[in-house]
């Protein structure tokens, strides 16, 4: 079975930093564009920031300078590392990734379950 499996989330203070770590993990035969994304009860889920197989990144606006995304092709992880986290970066994140299952294959779109992080004033 293909999933994505996050930790790291949790309760910070406001200045902290929090590192979210995903894994993909079953038969996989390619990894595209990872990512994580953010949402808030009943709002759409909004990019974070994600990274190609090739290691080109792209921020949002509202964390460029703070959060950093990487990834490691050979153990199929993303990674996000948050710094100077804010009382209004509080939202469950997701792990994003475009993955293909087979030789030939066209890559789909798959989601972690979702982590908590909490930044508290």
């Known amino acids: 079975q293909v999933q994505l499996v996050e930790s790291g989330g949790g309760l910070v203070q406001a200045g902290g930093s929090l590192r979210l770590s995903c894994a993909a993990s079953?038969?996989?035969?390619?990894?595209?564009?990872m990512g994580w994304y953010r949402q808030a009860p009943g709002k759409p889920r909004e990019l974070v920031a994600a990274i190609t197989s090739d290691g080109i990144t792209n921020y949002a606006d509202f964390v460029k300078g703070r959060f950093t995304i990487s990834r490691d092709n050979a153990k199929n992880t993303v990674c996000l590392q948050m710094h100077s986290l804010k009382p209004e970066d509080t939202f469950v994140y997701y792990c994003?990734?475009?993955?293909?299952?087979?030789?030939?294959?066209?890559?789909?779109?798959?989601w972690g379950q979702g982590t908590q992080v909490t930044v508290s004033s």
């Open positions: 079953g038969s996989i035969f390619s990894i595209g564009d």
């Open positions: 994003h990734a475009v993955l293909a299952l087979r030789v030939g294959e066209r890559g789909y779109p798959y």
